[in-house]
């Protein structure tokens, strides 16, 4: 059994994007970024994601629309919605989200955005195949 207590899991880490968890049909990503940083706009077509924040204050941006965000609050993106999420606080906006099915590559680390922009760029992000 896999089990973990997720908001202490994701405040521990650092890293911009580590992959806990996954499965054949979804993945656990836990996220940390920092003051002034952001995710990126980016579609996840044929993927959903729910992203649940632990600690921090943001802003989410979807599909055109913007919300803050906060300790507790979720979010939903579905497939094919553009989206961003923006830390506008003086400290990291910390989360953890769900991809249905997985994006990244299975425990890969990205201890930066841009380690993981590069990883994204040059295919070593991939998930794996069932």
Do not use: C
Not at 36 to 55: C, K, R
Not at 102 to 107: C, I, L, T, V, Y
Request: glycine letters at 10%.
């Amino acid at each position: 059994m896999d089990h973990f207590t997720i908001a202490r899991v994701a405040e521990r880490s650092a890293d911009f994007r580590r992959v806990l968890w996954t499965g054949e049909h979804t993945q656990l990503v836990i996220m940390t970024i920092p003051p002034g940083g952001e995710i990126g706009e980016e579609v996840h077509d044929g993927i959903d994601q729910i992203l649940t924040f632990v600690s921090g204050t943001g802003e989410a941006r979807v599909s055109g629309e913007t919300k803050t965000v906060n300790e507790g609050d979720l979010v939903v993106v579905p497939s094919g919605t553009k989206h961003n999420f923006v830390n506008t606080g003086p400290n990291p906006l910390v989360l953890y989200t769900v991809y249905g099915p997985p994006e990244h590559a299975d425990g890969v680390v990205h201890r930066t955005k841009d380690e993981a922009d590069k990883a994204e760029a040059e295919g070593r992000d991939e998930p794996p195949t069932h």
